[in-house]
């Protein structure tokens, strides 16, 4: 490979580091213009030096390892700190660090009521944040892939938890930061059976090793990063964190939701292709879980009134969908809507940045509306968001969420009909968001109302070019049923799934068939959203929701679910813990001794009266003593 810019790809992480340390220690003294300017500069930098790693690897399909430093070295095991430049993850670094970049320019302005130094300490953790993730996706290894995805752990902890003398934001952070080690012993577990299996953790060595591997083994070692990646990616049964995470600011939400954290189970998944490949055992979980997890949080989302709440579980369900086309075989599918997906998602969070940004905190929906005349830039660029996400051509998601249903109608067809029906909740849900948000009458306060202003130029401009991002990002994946060899996308990432597709011998469905599905998908899609656009614009559902509707509105009552079989308990069990044996036996034995050599003290004590009489009657009783004892020893 052409390495002139690839081999100073150590400077795509090093820069957002250096941004954190200068903005972590120096916070005190930093200007909020000056902190916006190396926090967002630092990732600029970054995403310029990303194209130019990017432009070299469309010219070459052969990996490049930059080491930079041997991180383990023993007789037995050597594993290096270095990174794997090739077409996945110079891919990965454009999305990290081309939204990464519109996320912190974006909160230069939304961020910019807070004091110069927790301004600081928010800029800081947001580098951190990027560093990490840009560490999991370069990693030549799955030590350096654990050491970054375990960065991203401790940054949502930080970020969601951002204002943390709120209670239950910190509980919130707590949640992420448990549900997430959760996952990741199941990672680490992983990583040992395939230090065991191939004595090496790096991806160029094990890989082309796997197909002599036993598939029993595989399927243990792939169901374990699974595990990883339920946590990470929030699949069930570890999805619960995420909406959770909507306690951080909304540019956090839009980082973690869109860009970076969750996309990671699936980029270790799309890394680990080989493997996963050579388990259908474990394709099919994964199948079975995304699919289970897009509709579970497809049903929630249909009743949320929290403007982010909806966008959470809709990022939930996408998140399914990937995972859907990681199962069926469908890589290059899923790593196109993970890309399309950073696009509109990022898009959608930081539009609702700017709806509760003008309506002075507010996040309930009910008490919105009639936004369209007052936000006219906030608008048009969330509708062209909802229209992307809900699948409506030419927009992106169309292009990337259609590829992922043909590649499951590959598998079954009935995997495709149920994967339509999700994607018809999303189409529901989204323009219901739209509709009681930005159409019919204003409902909230006068007071409100008389300060709906639209946003700063630097909490707009990211998202008009979001906007544009997901109106043509689509077609770099335009499907041959449309044009041949018209898939850029498929063309550029081939070599890093071409072992994958000659083992996995797809079945393919032909062109008349895919008119069809496309067809019906797009006719159905088209059907709800009108009927929600009309419905909600309309007559907004503003009262409490009941039957039905209540158990979506409480999400399934999953998290009572968690909190009674799991929380709870544990506590119980703490409390017994901290009563009787930690209070009781432990602090009982210390404090028992202590109390003993007191008591001894009180006794021996008693002795010491100072009277010449009494010392010389105890040492005529000593002698006395003395004497008999010689007496019967030597008798």
């Keep these: 490979m052409a390495n002139s810019f690839s081999s100073l790809v150590y400077w795509v992480p090093l820069l957002p580091l250096i941004g954190f340390l200068i903005n972590g220690l120096c916070r005190n003294y930093l200007s909020k213009s000056l902190t916006g300017i190396i926090g967002s500069g630092v990732i600029l930098i970054s ?3 990303s194209v130019l790693i990017f432009n070299e690897t469309r010219a070459e399909s052969d990996a ?6 041997d991180f383990i070295n023993t007789n037995d095991l050597k594993i290096p700190f270095a990174f794997q430049v090739d077409r996945l993850s110079a891919l990965f670094l454009l999305i990290i660090t081309g939204v990464g970049f519109l996320i912190h320019l974006y909160s230069t302005a939304y961020m910019h009521e807070e004091s110069d130094v927790h301004f600081a300490r928010y800029f800081a953790y947001l580098n951190l944040f990027v560093f990490n993730m840009l560490l999991l996706v370069l990693g030549a290894n799955y030590l350096i892939m654990f050491i970054g995805w375990e960065g991203v752990g401790l940054c949502s902890y930080l970020l969601i938890g951002y204002w943390f003398k709120n209670v239950d934001y910190g509980a919130a952070a707590r949640k992420a930061f448990v549900m997430n080690r959760i996952g990741d012993l199941g990672f680490l577990l992983g990583l040992f059976f395939l230090l065991q299996q ?3 953790l790096n991806y160029v060595s094990i890989m082309p090793a796997a197909t002599g591997a036993s598939v029993a083994v595989l399927t243990t070692i792939t169901l374990l990063l699974f595990v990883g990646a339920t946590g990470k990616s929030a699949q069930i049964p570890l999805y619960t964190w995420l909406p959770d995470a ?6 956090v939400s839009a980082l973690i939701h869109a860009a970076t954290m969750v996309t990671a189970g699936i980029y270790m998944i799309a890394r680990s292709n080989i493997l996963y490949t050579l388990s259908p055992v474990t394709q099919t979980v994964v199948t079975v879980i995304g699919l289970a997890t897009a509709l579970l949080a497809a049903t929630i989302a249909l009743k949320q009134n929290d403007i982010k709440k909806v966008l959470a579980y809709s990022t939930v369900s996408q998140l399914g969908y990937m995972f859907v086309g990681l199962g069926v075989g469908a890589y290059t599918g899923a790593v196109f809507h993970v890309m399309t997906h950073a696009f509109f998602k990022a898009l959608l969070f930081l539009g609702a940045g700017s709806v509760i940004h003008a309506m002075h905190h507010e996040q309930d929906i009910r008490k919105m509306g009639g936004l369209a005349k ?3 830039h906030t608008h048009w660029t969330f509708l062209v968001g909802c229209i992307a996400i809900a699948g409506i051509p030419p927009f992106s998601g ?12 590959n598998v079954s067809p009935i995997l495709y009909w149920i994967g339509l029906l999700g994607a018809l909740m999303t189409a529901f849900y989204m323009f219901r968001l739209y509709a009681t948000t930005f159409r019919g009458s204003f409902r909230g306060t006068h007071e409100q109302e008389h300060h709906l202003h639209e946003s700063p130029l630097s909490m707009v401009l990211p998202l008009i070019v979001l906007a544009l991002l997901a109106i043509v990002s689509g077609f770099i994946g335009i499907p041959e049923l449309f044009a041949k060899d018209a898939h850029w996308l498929q063309k550029y990432l081939a070599p890093v799934f071409a072992q994958s597709n000659e083992l996995a011998h797809a079945h393919h469905i032909t ?6 599905l496309l067809g019906v998908s797009i006719t159905l899609i088209l059907v709800v959203v009108v009927y929600a656009w009309k419905r909600f614009a309309s007559k907004p559902d503003l009262s409490e929701p009941s039957g039905f509707g209540k158990l979506l509105s409480n999400k399934w009552y999953v998290d009572e679910l968690y909190a009674a079989i799991i929380s709870k308990p544990l506590e119980q069990l703490s409390s017994f813990t901290l009563k009787f044996v930690e209070k009781k036996s432990i602090d009982g034995a210390v404090n028992g001794t202590g109390k003993l050599v007191q008591w001894s003290a009180r006794q021996i004590r008693f002795w010491q009266s100072g009277q010449v009489g009494n010392y010389i009657l105890w040492m005529v009783v000593g002698l006395v003593a003395v004497i008999v004892l010689m007496t019967t020893i030597f008798s």
């Excluded at 990337?400 to 499951?408: F, N, P, Q, V």
């Design 246 to 251: 909507m306690a951080g600011p909304t540019p």
């Design 47 to 49: 995403f310029i030096l």
């Design 64 to 69: 490049l390892i930059v080491k930079l430093f």
């Design 511 to 516: 062109h008349e068939t895919e008119y069809i």
């Design 374 to 376: 007052k936000l006219p």
């Design 198 to 200: 191939f004595g090496t």
């Design 398 to 409: 169309f292009f990337s969420k259609d590829e992922i249903l043909i590649g499951a109608y």
